[in-house]
């Protein structure tokens, strides 16, 4: 992608807006701005630079605060005047200390954050945890655990329990990600099956 395949006519200033978006749990963490040499840098650096309209200069996500954003993808919008960055942030976004500058919900996309967990847990096997634990024990207990939290979940339905059904719900999709992960499955493979049958 070069900063030429963008149309930058009804851009003000000539300066095209970005939008970041978490690669992983899909927040939209900001909005900015980039001159042609903020988007060279970026490609190049992998640190997602922005071009500041008020003190106008270059400045990279991060420079002072370590809270970078590291490019993921790259990708144009229809018209090819606005870009849209998925990128992994170290820290939080906001100069407010939030994650997103946009005052979503903070629990937003937290089961994607949780899965990448689950990954890293099975990369790393730390000791006295209790996801390395199930991991150890392998697919027959992990998928046991599946069931077991699937009927309490189903019992705690029937009661009417919502609270209780709440919290063996969250049993039963974390035991589900680390079955997953056992099985070389991921979130995104699910939802193109899910897609697919939608089709």
């Not at 490609?43 to 490019?71: A, D, M």
Request: with cysteine; proline share 3%; charged share 25%.
């Amino acid at each position: 992608m070069q900063f030429s395949d963008f149309n930058l006519s009804k851009c003000a200033d000539g300066l095209l807006p970005v939008i970041v978006q978490d690669a992983v749990t899909l927040k939209v963490l900001m909005l900015g701005y980039m001159n042609r040499e903020a988007f060279d840098l970026t490609q190049q650096t992998g640190h997602v630079t922005f071009y500041s309209r008020t003190r106008q200069c270059l400045w990279t996500k991060g420079e002072t605060s370590g809270h970078y954003l590291n490019v993921v993808s790259l990708y144009a919008d229809c018209d090819a005047d606005t870009l849209l960055i998925k990128a992994n942030p170290f820290g939080p976004t906001c100069h407010r200390g939030t994650p997103s500058c946009f005052d979503t919900d903070n629990d937003e996309g937290f089961i994607r954050h949780l899965s990448q967990i689950v990954r890293e847990r099975h990369q790393q096997m730390p000791e006295n945890s209790y996801t390395t634990r199930l991991f150890i024990k392998g697919v027959k207990k992990i998928a046991q655990k599946v069931g077991e939290e699937a009927t309490e979940s189903a019992i705690e339905a029937v009661d009417g329990n919502r609270s209780r059904f709440i919290y063996e719900a969250s049993d039963l999709v974390y035991h589900l990600l680390v079955l997953l992960e056992q099985m070389d499955v991921t979130l995104e493979d699910i939802e193109h099956e899910l897609s697919l049958r939608h089709r």
